[in-house]
């Protein structure tokens, strides 16, 4: 986090420098709409970044799996910013849906973590994600860096046009809090690893958030799944009554990631459900959850930031529930490090 924050911040007017965006602010005024594109972990990131977008820049923005939208053949807007993440850059889904807007005229950008990769090569601009190399399979630091990368972009693209100043001091001294912050959590590890043996014979995994929850809800249930190969369900909160509640016993616990924002008793709500059908809780919070079985705690910053600092014990639980399960977690079965077809 401190590699893609160094040297992007200006602390005197707020701002952040975006060296190869690419995009002035005259381009930035005109944009109408973000619609970003990326596969698996980088598609949770980009759910991240639409939210962050629509909060900090208010500019409308969501997100869409790039295999999806490139078998779609989709309507390209010209007044729509299109915003392609991915880890390797090499991604083939991506790639291709990168392709396809080019070939219709569209802007491109990119958030991507390897330098001069096919996709950060055909795309207009874009931001590094300065995450290092992702040694296993898996996206891991990389996604809490894209997350970082894309409060950078909504505090730039926020500060063209709405943002306030105060709020713009605001989520940058959140953001310089977050090392240490994540430091913190990694210093919970044994706690998470107790957690892990406690939960990992489990049936199935239910992942819930709502909002700044949902997206970390379903990158925590797709990094259990691929490298302890438990399965796991992720569902916005509010949906769980619209049929998985089904699911629920005491062999399906339930993640519940609760950002202490103003969804927090709506949230309490659901946990209440929950536990009427006997079904176990493990929170993600910060403070203690009274209805929870178990709550992982994690420090307070500014609520548009919770879903970067929520994913790290999550990602922690996945990989200490691999361990207890003898999985090889450098190779997980089944995975390609980039997929290329
Ligand atoms: C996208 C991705 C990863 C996932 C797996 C397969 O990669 O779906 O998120 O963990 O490795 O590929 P990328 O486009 O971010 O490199």
Redesign the pocket.
């Known amino acids: 986090v401190d590699r893609v924050l160094r040297g992007r911040i200006d602390d005197r007017f707020s701002t952040v420098h975006l060296g190869g965006l690419n995009l002035d602010a005259r381009e930035a005024r005109g944009v109408r709409r973000v619609k970003i594109l ?5 598609y949770h990131t980009g759910l991240i970044g639409a939210q962050l977008i629509e909060e900090l820049a208010r500019i409308p923005a969501d997100a869409e799996p790039a295999s999806e939208f490139r078998y779609r053949n989709p309507v390209v807007d010209p007044d729509t910013l299109y915003i392609a ?7 083939y889904d ?1 790639l291709a849906a990168v392709q396809e807007l080019k070939r219709k005229g569209a802007r491109v950008l990119g958030v991507v973590n390897v330098v001069g990769s096919a996709i950060a090569r055909e795309t207009d601009g874009g931001v590094y994600v300065h995450a290092g190399p992702e040694v296993c ?3 891991t630091k990389c996604f809490t860096n894209t997350a970082v990368a894309f409060a950078l972009l909504a505090l730039h693209l926020g500060r063209i046009r709405d943002l306030s100043v105060a709020d713009g001091k605001r989520i940058i001294a959140g953001l310089r809090k977050l090392p240490e912050q994540i430091a913190e959590v990694l210093r919970g590890e044994e706690e998470i690893k107790k957690l892990a043996a406690e939960y990992a014979n489990a049936k199935s995994m239910m992942f819930v958030g709502r909002v700044r929850g949902y997206p970390v809800a379903r990158e925590a249930s797709l990094k259990l799944k ?1 490298v302890s190969y438990v399965h796991a369900e992720a569902y916005p909160a509010s949906e769980l009554k619209h049929g998985p509640l089904a699911l629920i016993e005491p062999e399906v616990p339930t993640v519940a990631v609760l950002p202490d924002d103003d969804l927090l008793e709506k949230n309490r709500a659901t946990l209440e459900e929950i536990k009427a059908r006997s079904g176990r809780i493990l929170a993600v919070a910060h403070r203690e959850q009274e209805k929870a079985d178990h709550t992982i705690l994690v420090p307070r910053n500014e609520v548009e930031l919770d879903p970067i600092l929520m994913g790290i014990p999550l990602q922690l639980l996945a990989y200490h529930t691999a361990l207890a399960l003898g999985r090889d977690i450098d190779k997980p079965r089944n ?5 290329t077809v």
């Open positions: 990326g596969c698996g972990s980088a993440v991915s880890q390797s850059g090499e991604t991506t399979v898996v996206s691929e995975l390609a490090k980039s997929v």
